[in-house]
């Protein structure tokens, strides 16, 4: 499609795009009397205007129904994550028994290893990328010297290649054929959170398996962001945070999924707490642990239904406009952003370079080279929400759910306002 960087053809886009009208159903911050251009959902989703009232039916229910509201509201708490799971199996491309929530990213990831890292004496190395999320690196590092491993030897990470701003999905391939005979696990961030890079979730995990390793993957940026799967691929696990494009909340819970091959294995080691357990005989309270038959049986206790249900509230917005319509958008989306910073950058003579590969979700991850933090404030007060990382990369996810192709040619009128200006 040739783009024009016009006011009125962005304003054709809008008009022509079947998510607009979603727009409105996220609130937006405000600076100057006008909503911000929110390039952040990749850090933290803006809130779904329905959030309130399911929060605020929780709060009801306590109120009217206090204890009884485990199984008398009429969004029943014992149940209640169960109501998430239709819908992450859709995002995820997974079967709903192989979905769960609960806890938080970090903490799932280390439940995870319980079962799907079991290093012995041949096999116990690690694969991830190099320069992973620092959470995921602590992790990884951690879990390795728990079982008394030395992480220097036993974490194998993949370079970008030639010092350069992206991994090869060969060099991926060529470290797992290297460490074949000694590798335990692959875990990879799906989608890079630095440079928004997609790795092929797909080659990865079949190469990854048929060395013999299991395969996991973290969703954090993939999640809500780019198609998934997860079942097909046969991934082994996997967990992602809500947070970010899936708009649930700051520190909302997070989702696991476990494929079905592992699901009711009674020789693989589990952390294990009553919520786990059958629901049909769990107030037996019985002293034996009899698991769910789902990703269920790795839940430990009963969830905060207060967290959940403004999630739930976020997951009946996806279930109602899909995925295949949010990618659509948001291939659509980050083209124009791409091409409204390539003319911007001829106009004022500068030199972005997007770091961001061909293979990507809706982030783009733009060098903004001579220029420093006063272009970044500038941004900020003129209502641009960015990320920015020193010394001049910006961050900019533009989620097709509440971003608009006017709100892309603003955002290039307001970059080379303040460009000129520091150069003024
Ligand atoms: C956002 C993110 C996290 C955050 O972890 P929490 O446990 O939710 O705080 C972890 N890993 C990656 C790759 C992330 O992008």
New binding site residues.
Partial sequence: MDFENTAGFAAALDKEDPLAPYRERFHFPRIGGRDVIYFTGN?LGLQPKAADSFVAEVMQDWKSLAVEGHFKAEKPWWTYHERLRGPLASIMGALPEEITVMN????NLHLLMVSFYRPDAKRYKILCEEK??P??QYMLKSQLRFHGLDPEEALVEVPRRNGGHHWHTEDVLSAIAEHADSLALVLI?GVN?YNGQVFDMEAITRAGRQAGAMVGW?L??AAGNIPLKLHEWGVDFASW?S??YLNSGP?NA?GVFIHERHLNREDLPRFEGWWGTRKETRFLMRPDFEPADSADAWQLSNPPILSLAPFLASLELFQEVGMDALVAKSRKLTAYLEFVLQEIDAQVESRFEVITPEARGCQLSVFLHGEGRPLFDYLMEQGVIADWREPNVIRLAPAPFYCSFTDMYRFGQILKEGILKGRA
């Avoid at 938080?104 to 903490?107: D, R, S």
Wanted: net charge negative.
């Fill in positions: 850090s938080t990213l970090t903490v992973a999320f959470s995921d961030g959170y973290d954090a940026h945070c947070y970010k520190g997070s």
